[in-house]
């Protein structure tokens, strides 16, 4: 079964604007949703400007989770997405290279707007472990489920954040 091993972090918004240059970073516009949950696992739809998934991800906090991913035409993403409208994540996603990894860098968007998290993906729990973030990722948020994009679907970021 596939493994995602990820570790998320928070990055304040006036940090990076001093930290990064978006504008010379490949981006793209994702738009997301979730069609079923349970206390195990959740079902997403997710496209992008050319390409659309759907995916099983297990719902367990820590580092590594099962993850399933299938291509669907644009088109049957687009349909599957009137079947969830209020669950909707929206965010813009910078590709970082560092060494060897990639940062995702996540703009949130819509009611999740003033959200800027950091997710980097390992080969294994060793790597992930051993890696050292940069000095403009604050902190980690790996295992907080408020910032998993499922809970951000339901309680977004403007209803909570302090």
Known sequence: ???????????KPEVLAVEIELEKLKVKTLKQAYLASSSTAVV????DERKA?????????GLKRIEVERE??????????EL???????KQRYYIPLN???IELDVFLGANEGLVLAEVEFADEQQAEAFIP??????????DYRYYNHYLSEHPYSSWKS
């Open 1 to 11: 079964m596939p493994l995602e091993v990820e570790k998320k972090f928070l990055v």
């Open 84 to 90: 969830c409208p209020s669950s909707l994540v929206e």
């Open 100 to 102: 060897e990894l990639t």
């Open 53 to 61: 998934y759907l995916t099983v991800k297990q719902r367990a906090s």
């Open 134 to 143: 940069p000095s403009w990722f604050s902190d980690e948020v790996s295992g």
């Open 44 to 47: 997403r739809v997710r496209r």
């Open 72 to 81: 669907l035409t644009i088109a049957e993403a687009e349909e599957l997405f």
